[in-house]
C-alpha cells in the first residue's frame, strides 16, 4: 500500500452518476410472515450505493413508481447520504422488486432470486429501461462526473456515457447479458473499464476495445487484461480469489468488488485510469476481491454496510491484503435496514388487499 495512492486513499469529493438495474431488494431468510429486510438493490443501486458509502457523491438515474417500494428504496438510499435527485417518481412507472430466498447448505448460506411473489404468486416488477426523452430533460442539470456506471443498455444510458465521456468521466459498463445488438457494440466502444461474470457471459474478450477487462471466475477468482497508451494490450492474467472465512451469502459480492475497483482507479476520471501502473491496476483489483470475500460473510447484497462502519471496513480489508489472517463479526448490527412487509410492497398484494 502506498498511502494515499493506494486503493484506500479516501475519496476526495468524487462523482459517480450511474443508470441499469435500480430495484428494491427483499430478503428472506425463513418465513414470509412478519416484517422483511428491505434494502435499495440492484447491481448500479447496489454499487453506487456502496460507493455513498465510501464517501463518494451518487447519483443514480432512474424512473420508480409512485409506490410504497419506492419509498422504501429511497429511505434506504437516503440514510447513506445517495443523492436521490434523478430518481424520478412517475404513475407511468413500477418500482422493480427482487426477492432474494436465503437458505442453508450445511455450513454455508445458498440463495436464489425469485420473481414471483411468495404471497400471492404474481409476478413481480421487473427492471425498465430509463426513457430516452429523459436524458433530455436532464442534460443541463447532471453534473460532470469521475465515473458513469451503467450495467443496461439502452439509448438513454448510451446517451448518457456519451455525454460524461466528453467530460473525461471514466466509463464502466458491467453487461449481464451478450448481445449483438447496435447498442451493445456501442456500450462496449464508449467503455474504458467493461466487467462480466463468466457464469453469464462465457467467452473472454468481450470488451476488446477498452483499457481494462474484467472477467469474474466466481470462487475461483478473475482474470484481466489492459491496454497501456502506447497501445499494446497484455495478456490475460489470472488472480486467485480471496479465502472466504464462512460462506452466509455471496449475493452482491460483485457488486462490492466493482465498487472496490471504482474507488480505486475511478477518483481521478478516465485519465487517471490511463496513468496507473501494472502494479496500481493489481491493487485496485485486489481491493474489490477483498471487498466481494468479506461480503460473503454477511446477508443481503450490501449487508456488510450494515455490519461494519467505514473505518472498520477500510482497516480490515487493509490487513487482509497484506495477508494477515483476521476474524472480524458479522453478527453485530450497527446500522438497522429498512423493514416491511410484502403484503405492503407487491402490487398485486396490495390491490387484492384494497379490495
Given at each position: 500500500?502506498?498511502?494515499?495512492?493506494?486503493?484506500?486513499?479516501?475519496?476526495?469529493?468524487?462523482?459517480?452518476?450511474?443508470?441499469?438495474?435500480?430495484?428494491?431488494?427483499?430478503?428472506?431468510?425463513?418465513?414470509?410472515?412478519?416484517l422483511?429486510?428491505?434494502?435499495?438493490?440492484?447491481?448500479?443501486?447496489?454499487?453506487l450505493?456502496?460507493?455513498?458509502?465510501?464517501?463518494?457523491?451518487?447519483?443514480?438515474?432512474?424512473?420508480?413508481?409512485?409506490?410504497?417500494?419506492?419509498?422504501?428504496?429511497?429511505?434506504?438510499?437516503?440514510?447513506?447520504?445517495v443523492?436521490?435527485?434523478?430518481l424520478?417518481?412517475?404513475r407511468?412507472?413500477?418500482?422493480?422488486?427482487i426477492i432474494?430466498?436465503?437458505?442453508?447448505?450445511?455450513?454455508?448460506?445458498?440463495?436464489?432470486?425469485?420473481?414471483?411473489?411468495?404471497?400471492?404468486?404474481?409476478?413481480?416488477?421487473?427492471?425498465?429501461?430509463?426513457?430516452?426523452?429523459?436524458?433530455?430533460?436532464?442534460?443541463?442539470?447532471?453534473?460532470?462526473?469521475?465515473?458513469?456506471?451503467?450495467?443496461?443498455?439502452?439509448?438513454?444510458?448510451?446517451?448518457?456515457?456519451?455525454?460524461?465521456?466528453?467530460?473525461?468521466?471514466?466509463?464502466?459498463f458491467?453487461?449481464?447479458?451478450?448481445?449483438?445488438?447496435?447498442?451493445?457494440?456501442?456500450?462496449?466502444?464508449?467503455?474504458?473499464?467493461?466487467?462480466?461474470?463468466?457464469?453469464?457471459?462465457?467467452?473472454?474478450?468481450?470488451?476488446?476495445?477498452?483499457?481494462?477487462?474484467?472477467?469474474?471466475?466466481?470462487?475461483?477468482?478473475?482474470?484481466?487484461?489492459?491496454?497501456?497508451?502506447?497501445?499494446?494490450?497484455?495478456?490475460?492474467?489470472?488472480?486467485?480469489?480471496?479465502?472466504?472465512?464462512?460462506?452466509?451469502?455471496?449475493?452482491?459480492?460483485?457488486?462490492?468488488?466493482?465498487?472496490?475497483?471504482?474507488?480505486?482507479?475511478?477518483?481521478?476520471?478516465?485519465?487517471?485510469?490511463?496513468?496507473?501502473?501494472?502494479?496500481?491496476?493489481?491493487?485496485?483489483?485486489?481491493f474489490?476481491?477483498?471487498?466481494?470475500?468479506?461480503?460473503?460473510?454477511?446477508?443481503?447484497?450490501?449487508?456488510?454496510?450494515?455490519?461494519?462502519?467505514?473505518?472498520?471496513?477500510?482497516?480490515?480489508?487493509?490487513?487482509?491484503?497484506?495477508g494477515?489472517?483476521?476474524?472480524?463479526?458479522?453478527?453485530?448490527?450497527?446500522?438497522?435496514?429498512?423493514?416491511?412487509?410484502?403484503?405492503?410492497?407487491?402490487?398485486?398484494?396490495?390491490?387484492?388487499?384494497?379490495?
Amino acid at each position: 500500500m502506498r498511502g494515499d495512492s493506494g486503493p484506500l486513499r479516501e475519496a476526495s469529493n468524487p462523482t459517480c452518476i450511474g443508470t441499469g438495474l435500480i430495484a428494491l431488494d427483499v430478503l428472506i431468510n425463513g418465513t414470509t410472515d412478519g416484517l422483511l429486510h428491505l434494502w435499495a438493490g440492484g447491481s448500479c443501486g447496489n454499487v453506487l450505493t456502496i460507493l455513498s458509502y465510501m464517501g463518494w457523491q451518487s447519483f443514480p438515474i432512474a424512473d420508480l413508481g409512485e409506490d410504497r417500494a419506492s419509498e422504501n428504496l429511497l429511505n434506504d438510499m437516503r440514510r447513506w447520504n445517495v443523492n436521490t435527485a434523478f430518481l424520478h417518481r412517475t404513475r407511468r412507472a413500477v418500482t422493480p422488486i427482487i426477492i432474494e430466498r436465503l437458505s442453508s447448505n450445511g455450513n454455508s448460506g445458498v440463495h436464489e432470486f425469485k420473481f414471483k411473489c411468495p404471497v400471492c404468486g404474481s409476478f413481480l416488477p421487473r427492471n425498465r429501461p430509463l426513457p430516452y426523452e429523459r436524458v433530455q430533460e436532464m442534460a443541463r442539470e447532471v453534473p460532470a462526473a469521475s465515473v458513469f456506471y451503467f450495467d443496461r443498455v439502452s439509448s438513454a444510458a448510451v446517451e448518457l456515457a456519451k455525454l460524461q465521456r466528453s467530460k473525461g468521466a471514466l466509463i464502466v459498463f458491467e453487461p449481464c447479458k451478450q448481445s449483438k445488438m447496435r447498442l451493445f457494440k456501442e456500450s462496449l466502444e464508449i467503455a474504458h473499464v467493461v466487467k462480466y461474470s463468466r457464469d453469464q457471459i462465457h467467452v473472454a474478450g468481450l470488451g476488446h476495445g477498452a483499457f481494462l477487462e474484467i472477467q469474474t471466475l466466481g470462487n475461483e477468482g478473475l482474470k484481466y487484461r489492459f491496454e497501456r497508451i502506447n497501445g499494446k494490450c497484455h495478456e490475460w492474467k489470472k488472480m486467485s480469489a480471496f479465502r472466504v472465512s464462512k460462506l452466509i451469502d455471496a449475493a452482491g459480492a460483485g457488486d462490492w468488488c466493482t465498487a472496490g475497483i471504482i474507488h480505486a482507479t475511478g477518483q481521478d476520471g478516465a485519465q487517471g485510469l490511463s496513468e496507473k501502473s501494472p502494479q496500481e491496476i493489481e491493487e485496485a483489483l485486489k481491493f474489490g476481491q477483498v471487498l466481494a470475500a468479506m461480503k460473503c460473510g454477511c446477508e443481503g447484497a450490501r449487508g456488510l454496510m450494515y455490519n461494519l462502519r467505514k473505518g472498520e471496513l477500510q482497516s480490515i480489508a487493509c490487513r487482509l491484503m497484506k495477508g494477515e489472517n483476521v476474524d472480524w463479526s458479522s453478527s453485530k448490527i450497527v446500522y438497522e435496514s429498512e423493514k416491511d412487509s410484502l403484503r405492503n410492497v407487491c402490487p398485486s398484494c396490495v390491490v387484492n388487499g384494497a379490495r
